[in-house]
């Protein structure tokens, strides 16, 4: 089975490139490590600490993002990292050609259950003429990454990565330590039975959702004139690997339960990342009027709705929004 490297190289991806993501990978298998300890490595349970987010840490959450911090700060091709558990953009190398946000834990609620959760990452050029850590760096269309990933720590730790030529899937070797080539062209089909979306919010949906998640439930005798089955993993990189696995539709919609917070997940390291790991799979991304990857960022900490997968669902589900 091919090495990740040899990949790479073979895609032609830029050796320094290639270089950061390997930092980013070193720091992920680590986690994954600290991750099968569980209990016997004191990795469970809650911080006294919040996110700028308003979000209780857990412990995994504050020792991935540190992990993950400490490696790539000490690469010199990092002009700047952005992350969910940092407040602010943090400067690296004033030389580095590129900028790297991630979401260090995924799925944090799934950390004290032995559930799934995983590491998202998404790689930017670095903007010539701006101070690393200005926060214009990060302002970026989706379309400017250069890569994007996840690792899933699940029954076996799995690199979801996609360098624009296509997605790949990658299954970590324990005993040998590297991340080996399962999957050459990952491939979203075009049409799905499952959908993927807290139906517990369904009380604070805009009508919308609430018209599109009814027809799906009428099953056989319905509009759809199919019958839908549901999944909720409560971790989004759990839920868009089934989506890349065997197809599906994955939703986070806005809804009116916050006015603070009109969508849950973050446009710059959680649906930047997935938008473009599912593009290149084949699929669809959007938040409902525009593709994720057209968007283009404008807060660090951004919320955006999030309706990904299978192209055709994705293209229904988004009818109901104009
Ligand atoms: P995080 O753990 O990084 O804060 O992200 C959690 C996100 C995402 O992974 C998941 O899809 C969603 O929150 C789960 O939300 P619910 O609590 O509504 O299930
Ligand atoms: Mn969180
Ligand atoms: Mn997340
Ligand atoms: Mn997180």
Excluded at 54 to 71: H, R, S, Y
Excluded at 220 to 227: A, D
Aim: glycine share 8%; hydrophobic share 40%; net charge negative.
């Amino acid at each position: 089975m091919q090495r990740l490297i040899y990949t790479l190289k073979q895609d032609q991806v830029d050796l320094d490139l290639i270089m950061v993501i390997r930092t980013v990978l070193a720091s992920c298998k680590e986690i994954a490590f600290r991750v099968g300890q569980g209990a016997l490595g004191d990795v469970l349970g809650s911080t006294l600490d919040e996110n700028i987010q308003g979000e209780t840490q857990k412990k995994l959450d504050v020792i991935a993002n540190q992990l993950i911090k400490n490696m790539l700060l000490t690469e010199s091709n990092v002009a700047a990292i952005a992350s969910e558990e940092e407040d602010d953009i943090v400067a690296g190398n004033a030389n580095g050609k590129y900028i790297i946000a991630f979401d260090p834990l995924d799925g944090s609620s799934n950390i004290d259950i032995n559930g799934q959760i995983g590491t998202i990452f998404t790689i930017f050029p670095a903007v010539e003429g701006l101070a690393q850590d200005d926060p214009r760096q990060f302002q970026q269309k989706g379309r400017n990454q250069l890569a994007a990933g996840y690792v899933l720590y699940g029954p076996s730790t799995m690199l979801m990565l996609t360098t624009g030529k296509g997605t790949r899937c990658f299954t970590l070797d324990k005993t040998h330590g590297g991340f080996l080539l399962t999957d050459e062209q990952v491939s979203v089909p075009a049409e799905t039975q499952e959908f993927s979306i807290n139906m517990a919010n369904a009380r604070f949906w805009y009508e919308p959702t609430s018209r599109y998640i009814d027809d799906l439930l009428l099953g056989e005798t319905g509009v759809r004139k199919k019958r839908f089955n549901m999944r909720w993993n409560a971790a989004m990189v759990g839920d868009i690997h089934r989506v890349l696995s065997r197809g599906g539709i994955f939703m986070y919609p806005s809804d009116n339960r916050d006015p603070n917070k009109p969508a849950k997940l973050r446009l710059l390291y959680e649906a930047y990342p997935m938008a473009m790991l599912v593009e290149n799979a084949g699929g669809r991304a959007s938040n409902g009027t525009a593709d994720i990857l057209d968007l283009e960022l404008e807060t660090l900490h951004q919320r955006v709705p999030v309706i990904m997968g299978s192209s055709k669902e994705v293209e229904i589900s988004t009818s109901y929004y104009t």
